[in-house]
């Protein structure tokens, strides 16, 4: 695979630049945000967003189906939803005097699926995401059913209630590639969102890429090239999740090594450089690890969470090699 | 076209420059990495350097070698530990990573190396820099702790030995050496022999912390002292022997009466002291010389005769090689303790046969040339000094020594002593000396070994006189046989000497001097001097100085002036009236 060139690395910049642009006109004040989601789709990833009710997070939905012009629906799960109302049920149906099964695609079929408080539903509902997730394609009565491509799920879940939901299980959380913490404005940016919006009117949206083009982004993402000294970071720090002690009961898979290795090849593309960097392991490994280190019961109980978990782990793992001898100090460069 | 060189030469320049840059900061980690796993070790190295530098330099050695040493484990334990940090030393990739981090570059020096764009700019900023660290400080004390072992004041000590083997002390050695030599030479009779054996074996089985007691050594000293003395007499006794037997030979029939009936009377001494010997003869010797008299000899034909004169010749032969040993120590004593200073003999008696043959009849000598009258005689004022000391000597003195009044002082001859210093000088002479000289009357004086200093030291009356009965003796004295008794003196003159283990045979070494000289940074005169041979009269001082009288004593009750009593010495000076609270209060005031 051949590395990608200048051109190419600062036209799909560009691009990116103003799906960003697009984005920041939907959801003020949520720069952070932003890039993160729009790093994790270059990466092909899927996201979980988990945030208090009425932050934007449809909204960012919304406006990045819009922007993209790709097929975006919502799926609000409940305690009875059902897999086939999320995969597609076969109807029987007569059809030139025969009756047969007919495979109706469900709200899965599309580029964008909104998972709205994808913890409201039961385990067996949930479970219907794994083989879409992981291989963008679902199984109803033995009939395999490619998905879109591109096909992205971005799920959202409500940290405050817990009566009535059901916390998405270790695989579950492992297909997701970031988890972001969607935060409440600050007054100036409420102050922008009261002056441009109405409430019940949603925001115009102009559409800057379209599906081929994304999906070339989304190729060129793949062909950035990632050092050996960066990818043995991502291997350190994804090996230091495992602590061994009685705080993790599991730590990182290496299918999050290989998330971590993606989005910081996208976040490298949309920083416009060539090469993935310490620089993007370090920013985006507390989005790709939080949710993939399973907290011993006792750490929970002290308040520990996966990201102290991580911040921690990132302190002690430094990038480059592996220590300095104590006889070197860094130097001082202004 | 001007321009083309640059810009093919950047991209070269700037790889050239990074690679540079990174190899330098590679091999910076790298020793430092080393480094510090070597520390420790080299601490470790560096502690046992200085103590192996302190031990050589207590044992004298040349400090090139534990250096040395310590250079070469120092160098063994680098490349072990080289050795062992090898799989963790960085690479130049590594290096690159460091400087993509330190310059902010986002890996790009990483990915230009893997070809995937440029090489950025060039950045002289240094990355990383030496800091004091434990590894700098341990390394630096260890050489510090060499430096120290090296330079410190340290005195060279005795090698570490292990202790030797505790020899036994002199004179029992000599003892032992005797004892093997007499029975090699099966010079005394064996059962005698093994009863002296076993003496000194029960010496030599005491512990060998005992053997160098007081009690051991005085007891080591006698019996071989004794021994050496029985083995002396045994010889007499069998010269006699030899004597009587030449004599026989020599006179053939014609032995006059007299003379017979001295050789029966020195041959009938000579059968008791055999017998009363410790160490006799062999008995096959004894028994053969038991028979023996004047008219047997007489009887016997020459041929018989001559083999026992050659029997007693070789049995005194065995006596003096076996006894070898003895006479080696008492001859290496005799040096020590006169220490190289002439010994006069004279005699008083009749003019005739002469004081030469005087002095050797006094001394039992008949063997010729033993007082080499050529010796060099005393000076004239020597010569003075001695005579008037013996017109001073004591009456005893002089009639122990056989001298009565108008009896002719023969003369003064000096001996060929010290004692066996003299190359020439008899076994015979030196053993009857010896009998002289560390008998009881054995006198040591100051003197030194100059002649000169003779006169000084007799003029201040330290002259010792000892007397010698001669030994009766008949023969022509004309012919150089004493035929009368007679007397002798022997004037002793030695170095002081050494002390025994008893206390006895000589003084104490040294002793402080009549007036000290003692100042800061000076010494202390000390003289030897032997006091146990002062006689009456003899001042052995003078100590100038004051009785301390205590001038305010009190001297009794005064009234108007008048002084009734003066009291005496060691007086109460307190009043009957006091009473005893005032006298405490009185004696606790002056206390």
């Known amino acids: 695979m051949l590395p990608p060139n200048e051109s190419e690395i600062a036209e799909a910049r560009a691009r990116l630049a103003s799906l960003r642009d697009a984005l920041a006109n939907v959801l003020f004040g949520q720069d952070e945000l932003l890039d993160a989601v729009i790093v994790g789709l270059v990466a092909r990833g899927h996201l979980l967003l988990e945030g208090l009710p009425g932050l934007g997070k449809t909204e960012l939905v919304k406006g990045l189906s819009k922007a ?102 270790e695989a579950q959380l492992d297909r997701f590639l970031f988890k972001l913490d969607v935060r409440r404005a600050d007054a100036p940016t409420l102050a922008r969102i009261v002056l441009n919006r109405e409430m019940g009117v949603e925001p115009k949206v102009d559409a800057v890429l379209d599906a081929d083009t994304f999906r070339s982004i989304t190729a060129l993402a793949r062909r950035i090239h990632m050092p050996e000294v960066v990818a ?74 996966g990201d102290a978990v991580v911040a921690a782990i990132l302190e002690k793992t430094p990038a480059g090699p592996a220590s300095t001898p104590q006889s070197l100090a860094a130097a001082k460069i202004g | 076209m001007g321009s083309l060189p640059s810009l093919f030469s950047r991209p070269m320049n700037t790889e050239h420059y990074w690679m540079r840059r990174a190899r330098g900061l590679r091999r910076r980690v790298n020793f430092a990495r080393w480094f510090e796993c070597f520390a420790p070790v080299g601490f470790g190295v560096g502690l046992c350097g200085t103590v192996a530098v302190l031990a050589a330099r207590g044992a004298g050695y040349a400090l090139v070698y534990p250096l040395g040493a310590t250079g070469a484990v120092a160098l063994l334990a680098a490349l072990f530990v080289m050795r062992r940090v090898r799989p963790v030393l960085e690479n130049d990739g590594d290096a690159l990573a460091r400087l993509d981090l330190a310059h902010g570059l986002h890996n790009r020096l990483s990915s230009a190396r893997a070809g995937v764009g440029d090489w950025p700019a060039p950045k002289e900023a240094p990355v990383l820099r030496w800091r004091r660290s434990r590894a700098a400080d341990l390394v630096a004390a260890a050489l510090a702790l060499l430096l120290a072992a090296c330079l410190v004041p340290a005195g060279v000590v005795a090698a570490m030995k292990p202790p030797e083997k505790i020899q036994p002390p002199p004179a029992l050695r000599d003892l032992l050496a005797m ?124 041929k018989t005769l001559d083999e026992l004169r050659r029997t007693l010749a070789e049995q005194r032969r065995r006596l003096r090689r076996a006894s070898a040993d003895a006479k080696d120590s008492k001859a290496s004593s005799r040096k020590a303790s006169s220490g190289g200073l002439p010994v006069f003999v004279f005699a008083c008696g009749p003019a005739d046969p002469g004081p030469a043959m005087l002095v050797k009849n006094a001394l039992g000598v008949t063997a010729s040339g033993v007082v080499d009258s050529g010796l060099k005689a005393p000076t004239d004022a020597e010569r003075q000094v001695i005579m008037e000391s013996l017109q001073k000597a004591p009456p005893r003195l002089y009639t122990q020594a056989g001298c009565k009044p108008g009896m002719q002082v023969a003369g003064i001859v000096p001996l060929p002593l010290p004692p066996g210093s003299a190359p020439d000088a008899d076994d015979d002479l030196l053993d009857a000396l010896e009998d002289l000289v560390y008998g009881d009357a054995y006198a040591v004086l100051e003197f030194e070994p100059e002649r000169r200093a003779l006169a000084a030291a007799l003029a201040v009356g330290r002259l010792r006189l000892l007397p010698v009965s001669l030994k009766d003796c008949n023969g022509d004295c004309k012919s150089g046989s004493c035929e009368k008794p007679g007397g002798a003196i022997v004037v002793v003159m030695g170095a002081a000497g050494a002390g025994g283990p008893g206390g006895g045979g000589g003084p104490a070494p040294l002793q402080m001097g009549d007036k000290s000289t003692a100042q800061a940074g000076g010494s202390e005169q000390l003289k ?18 004051k009785h301390k009288v205590d001038k305010d004593a009190y001297r009794g009750p005064v009234a108007g002036g008048a002084i009734s009593s003066e009291g005496e010495g060691s007086e109460s000076v307190w009043r009957d009236n006091l009473t005893p609270e005032e006298r405490e209060t009185l004696r606790q005031y002056f206390k």
Do not use: C
Not at chain 1, 118 to 124: E, H, T, V
Not at chain 1, 127 to 154: C, I, K, Y
Not at chain 1, 254 to 260: D, N, S, T, V, Y
């Open chain 2, 179 to 302: 004892t093997k030599r007499l029975r090699e030479e099966k010079a005394v009779d064996p059962a005698a022999l093994e009863s002296l054996e076993k003496r000194a074996e029960a010496l030599l089985k005491q512990p060998e912390s005992a053997w160098y007691d007081t009690t051991t050594m005085e007891a080591s000293e006698h019996l071989r002292d004794r021994t050496g003395e029985a083995l002396r007499d045994l010889d007499k006794d069998l010269a006699a022997l030899k004597g009587v037997a030449d004599r026989v030979a020599e006179s053939g029939e014609l032995i006059p009466e007299e003379l017979s009936a001295q050789l029966a009377k020195n041959l009938a001494e000579a059968l008791e002291g055999l017998d009363l010997s410790t160490l006799p003869p062999s008995k096959e010797l004894r028994d053969k010389l038991g028979k023996l008299s004047p008219a047997a000899m007489k009887a016997m034909d020459k």
């Open chain 1, 232 to 305: 043995a970071y991502i291997a350190r720090i994804v090996d230091a999740t495992h602590t061994g002690d009685a705080t993790v009961r599991f730590g990182a898979s290496p299918r999050a090594a290989l998330a971590l290795a993606s989005a910081a090849k996208a976040r490298a593309l949309y920083a416009g450089r060539l090469n993935a960097s310490f620089e993007d392991v370090r920013a985006l490994a507390p989005l790709v690890l939080r949710h993939r280190v399973i907290l011993d019961y006792t750490a929970k109980l002290e308040g520990l969470t």
């Open chain 1, 68 to 169: 993209l012009g790709l097929d975006a629906k919502r799926i609000q799960f409940t305690p009875d939803l059902l897999p086939g109302d999320i995969t597609g049920n076969p109807l029987l149906q007569e059809v030139d005097g025969t009756r047969r099964f007919v495979f109706q695609p469900g709200p899965i079929f599309a580029n964008i699926v909104l998972a709205d408080e994808i913890n409201r539903a039961s385990p067996k509902t949930q479970s219907a995401l794994l083989e879409a997730m992981q291989e963008r394609r679902t199984t109803v009565m033995g009939e395999s059913h490619a998905l879109p491509d591109p096909f992205f799920v971005l799920a959202t879940q409500n940290p405050i209630e817990l009566e009535g939901t059901y916390p998405l299980p």
């Open chain 2, 528 to 545: 030897a001097g032997d006091r146990s041979h002062d006689t009456l009269g003899d001042m052995e001082g003078l100590t100038s100085g």
